[in-house]
Each structure stands twice: as C-alpha cells, then as structure tokens.
C-alpha cells in the first residue's frame, strides 16, 4: 500500500500470498493499515513539494504511466488482434519466471551450504560484496555502450531525466555551453524550450541503469515514445537486470522483487512492442507493451493473480488495462506453474517452514482420498457435540481426545449432522465459564450448566 499508493492491492496481496488464516476480523485490520499507509505516503508527497498546497493526488498519484507531454492520465487502447502478442509476452515471461525461480533456488541452497555455522557478519559481509558487484556491472555496461543522437520528435520531453554518464567527447558533446554545466551537476535533461540544455545524444543502458528504478520505470512505460530505446539496448538491459535480481534475492539484506521484476519484464515488453512496430504494426504503443510484460513477468515470478492485477489498475490509474493485465498474468501463471513453485512459497520452503497446500500431497493430491470409502478413515463412532451441550460433558471431550473439530449434531439423539466446531472454538465457549478445561466439574453444578454452540 505504501510502496504503491494501491491500498486495495496491499490488501489483496497479503490474503493471496501470505496468509493461511483469514477471518473478518484480520480483513478489517489490514484495511485500516492499508489506508493509514497510503494516505500518510500521499500527505508526505504533498508536503515534499513545497508549493503549499494541501491537495492529496494530482501530478504524482500514478506511479507507473505518464505520456510525452509529462501528463500523468492515460487512456488506454488497442486492437483485439493485440491480445494474441499480450498472451505471449505473458507465456514468455512465464518461462523467464520458472528460470527465474529454479536459478535462485539453486544459488539460495548453496548460499546455505556456504554459510551454514558461520557467524552473521560473514553473510553482511557477502552483501556489501554483491552490492558492490552489481553497482560495478551496472556502470561498466553503461561505460561499454555508446551514445546515440536522440529521435528528433524526442529532445521535447519534460519528463526524462539522464543520470549522469560521461560519454566520449567526440560523441556526447552539446552545442551549448549550459550542457556542461548540467553533466557537471549530474543530470541531463531532455528540454523543448526555456533555459534549459538542450542534449541531442543519449545512452540509453546509462538512462535505465544509472538512476532509480522508479525513473527507469517511467522511461520505459511513458507513453508516445516509440523508438526511444533500440532493440540492442532493451536486451540488454533486461538480461543485466534479471541476472542481478537472481543474484541479490536472497541475501542477508531486505531485497526487493517486485520492482526488479517489473524493469526486467518492462524491458522484454517494450522490446516486444518495438518488434511489432518494426514489422509494420500500426497503433502499437511500446509503452502498453511495456506494462504487459511487468505484469508477466511478476506473474511468473509469484504466481499471484488478483492481488497482482489490482496493484496495477491502481499504480496505473486505466481500467482499460484490464484485459491486457489478466491475459499477461494468466498466460504466465499457467506456463511457470509447469515447471515451478511461486518463489515465495520455495522460499519459505527453504526457510524450513511447511506450508499446507488446498490438496493432499502426501496422498496424490487428493485423488486416492477421493476413492475411498468414508469407513476406511473414519471412525465408526465419532466423538461428537450436541447444538445445546452440558459444560461438563464438553470439558471431559476436551480432556479425553485430541481432534481439532468435532461433529455438531441435532440435541434430540437422532445424530443428525448440523454442523462442525473447532477444538479452539469450544475452548474459547469454554473459558467463558471462568473455570480451566482441566480442572473436575462440580458435582452439583453437573447438570445445570449448559452452553449453546454458536451456528
């Protein structure tokens, strides 16, 4: 809810991911702190800008999409034949999921095997280190990549932002003497008018790699901007990313996901998109693109759905995006469900936590329960409660058996199911009576004191 300004998808995301339990209670919960989240990121935001005003959204409300004049509103469309190139950046991100999830595991398990009896500061110590190797890879790539005069239609825009990047003299020198001023300040800015620099070359790996991943996420999902990044470049930048991400999730650090997943299928959509408008597609938008694939990508990473869709729509602030999320993140889903577990669910594995999935496993996935009969794991006689039950005659239940539930059946003796309680339920009823389930029951009080299972 934070981290997104999507109060809802927060909400969703812990029910579909985290949680084994779920009660209204614990939904009520999560919505006051989902709500308090955002709205306190929003407060701050606007108080950050300093203009005064006390006006809650605006300009900075949608994380992911702005379009070529720096609006931040979109309207979203495509043609219907889209949505077979949505289905396969979906499938494609699904297999870069399963890849994704079956690397880290490997290198997590050896991580184990390294580090197993040795003191913490070995593991911070082997952080800093990755830290520092990925910073290296990050500039060296960029340092290795060359500069490109910019699209014309492109030395307009308010909202794109270099980080700095010396590229060679012969080739990244501006024709205004404010250019060096801004190098040396360590932006560069893509200006129409004003005072401004003007800059006509650009490196695109530096673009994406040397700034907040929040802003290369604008770059790569800004609208009207095809031809910004080369296909060369995308690659590029999306193979750096997902080996970097393999390599840091895991460490003895708090390491994203979410956002690594997004920049790199980000990447791999855009790169789509551009492909298609090379071969002669008309109204394809690599920046639409661009969201299918981190929709894709983060579906074939986490193997959520609902939760996943719905942080999107928010971030994104287009319902139209609906359909092109779904498919992304369905395609995905059932692709990398083949050949994985969700990397959540391999990690708490690797944790050394059970998890109990909705099927038996141990007996096939249910199947070999569902052909036996009831008798051959049943009792004949089953410990069961009565709707109107004697207090004493529960705490004897209690103390004599070790079931979590117990059948409910009607009070008049005819043993008519009606219902089913839980162990926890009773002891809760139970302790309500101000005595202990262990302690004897009073004689004299035997017969009088009865208690109503709840329906």
């Known amino acids: 809810a934070a981290a997104f300004g999507a109060p809802i998808g927060g909400i969703l995301f812990s029910l579909e991911e985290v949680s084994s339990?779920?009660?209204?209670?614990?939904?009520?919960?999560?919505?006051?702190?989902?709500?308090?989240?955002?709205?306190?990121?929003?407060?701050?935001?606007?108080?950050?800008?300093?203009?005064?005003?006390?006006?809650?959204?605006?300009?900075?409300?949608?994380?992911?999409?702005?379009?070529?004049?720096?609006?931040?509103?979109?309207?979203?469309?495509?043609?219907?034949?889209?949505?077979?190139?949505?289905?396969?950046?979906?499938?494609?991100?699904?297999?870069?999921?399963?890849?994704?999830?079956?690397?880290?595991?490997?290198?997590?398990?050896?991580r184990k095997r390294l580090f197993r009896g040795r003191s913490n500061w070995v593991r911070v110590i082997e952080a800093t280190v990755s830290v520092a190797l990925v910073v290296s890879l990050f500039y060296w790539v960029s340092l290795a990549s060359s500069c490109r005069e910019a699209p014309e239609e492109l030395q307009g825009l308010p909202s794109i932002i270099?980080?700095?990047?010396?590229?060679?003299?012969?080739?990244?020198?501006?024709?205004?003497s404010s250019s060096s001023a801004a190098s040396s300040s360590g932006s560069r800015r893509l200006s129409g008018g004003g005072d401004a620099p003007m800059y006509t070359e650009i490196n695109e790996l530096a673009t994406l790699l040397l700034q907040p991943q929040e802003e290369a996420l604008l770059q790569l999902f800004t609208r009207g901007t095809a031809g910004y990044f080369g296909l060369v470049s995308l690659a590029v930048f999306a193979a750096t990313y997902f080996c970097a991400a393999v390599f840091t999730y895991g460490l003895f650090m708090p390491s994203g996901l979410?956002?690594?997943?997004?920049?790199?299928?980000?990447?791999?959509?855009?790169?789509?998109?551009?492909?298609?408008?090379l071969a002669g597609a008309s109204g394809v938008d690599?920046?639409?693109?661009?969201?299918?694939?981190?929709?894709?990508?983060?579906?074939?990473?986490?193997?959520?759905?609902?939760?996943?869709?719905?942080?999107?729509?928010?971030?994104?602030?287009?319902?139209?995006?609906?359909m092109p999320i779904m498919i992304a993140i369905l395609c995905a889903k059932v692709v990398g469900d083949r050949f994985t577990e969700s990397l959540y669910d391999i990690h708490i594995g690797l944790g050394g936590s059970t998890i109990l999935e909705a099927g038996d496993h141990a007996l096939g996935g249910g199947a070999l329960v569902k052909l036996l009969p009831a008798k051959a794991i049943m009792a004949t006689h089953p410990h069961t409660v009565r709707e109107t039950e004697e207090v004493p005659v529960l705490r004897q239940l209690l103390r004599d058996s070790r079931h979590s539930g117990f059948p409910v059946v009607q009070a008049d003796?005819?043993?008519?199911?009606?219902?089913?309680?839980?162990?926890?339920?009773?002891?809760?009823?139970?302790?309500?009576?101000?005595?202990?389930?262990g302690a004897a029951p009073s004689g004299d009080r035997r017969a009088k004191r009865r208690t109503s299972l709840p329906s």
């Open 21 to 110: 339990f779920w009660d209204p209670e614990l939904t009520w919960t999560t919505f006051i702190a989902a709500t308090v989240a955002a709205f306190t990121v929003e407060a701050l935001r606007t108080a950050a800008d300093g203009d005064g005003s006390t006006q809650i959204g605006g300009s900075h409300f949608s994380l992911v999409f702005t379009t070529a004049d720096g609006a931040c509103t979109s309207s979203s469309a495509y043609d219907v034949w889209e949505v077979l190139p949505f289905a396969a950046i979906g499938a494609l991100c699904g297999l870069l999921g399963a890849l994704f999830n079956a690397t880290n595991t490997k290198l997590t398990r050896a």
């Open 258 to 277: 979410f956002v690594p997943c997004m920049l790199t299928g980000a990447a791999v959509g855009r790169l789509a998109g551009e492909l298609l408008r």
């Open 162 to 176: 270099y980080e700095a990047h010396r590229c060679d003299s012969s080739i990244a020198s501006s024709s205004s």
């Open 286 to 322: 690599p920046g639409l693109y661009a969201l299918v694939g981190a929709a894709g990508m983060l579906g074939g990473v986490t193997r959520m759905t609902i939760s996943l869709t719905v942080i999107l729509l928010e971030v994104s602030s287009d319902i139209q995006l609906l």
């Open 413 to 437: 003796g005819s043993r008519v199911f009606v219902g089913f309680i839980t162990r926890q339920k009773l002891e809760v009823l139970l302790a309500r009576q101000a005595a202990p389930v």
